[in-house]
């Protein structure tokens, strides 16, 4: 984390977890997300939408730390990359049903008030979107 640092001033750290940007948050949680474009294209989303949201990108040295800081902060989601996507299924207090049968989860979603999760996989429904034929 402290070579992260060194390259990434700007980055802030809370525990484990960097947090960029304000507290009320979504964001993607994994490894390489200090590559990731997501927060550009969602922010262009929530732009173009009317949306008042931040996408953020969290590197966290555990799923349950990821979750617990997320959690702790009134954070309203996040989704997955590796090493996350199976070790979240463990986690949830409920699982989709693609989930379950995939044993992966790329998307968490947190009740406003109790804080239960949600654990979903989108990526059957992604991928069936990309055989439908093109009208």
């Not at 640092?5 to 960097?18: M, T």
């Not at 940007?21 to 997501?38: E, Q």
């Not at 790329?106 to 989108?122: C, K, P």
């Amino acid at each position: 984390m402290e070579q992260v640092q060194d390259r990434h001033p700007h980055l802030k750290y809370i525990g484990k977890l960097v947090i960029l940007g304000p507290m009320k948050y979504l964001g993607v949680v994994g490894w390489s997300v200090l590559l990731n474009r997501s927060p550009t294209m969602q922010h262009a989303t929530f732009t173009t939408r009317g949306i008042v949201a931040r996408y953020l990108c969290f590197v966290a040295e555990s799923m349950q730390d990821a979750m617990t800081l997320t959690q702790e902060r009134g954070g309203s989601g996040l989704n997955l990359t590796d090493p996350y996507k199976e070790s979240a299924t463990e986690i949830v207090d409920q699982l989709s049903v693609d989930a379950t049968a995939l044993r992966a989860t790329n998307t968490i979603r947190f009740a406003e008030v109790s804080f239960i999760s949600a654990g979903f996989d989108t990526d059957i429904d992604d991928i069936s979107a990309t055989l439908r034929p093109i009208s």
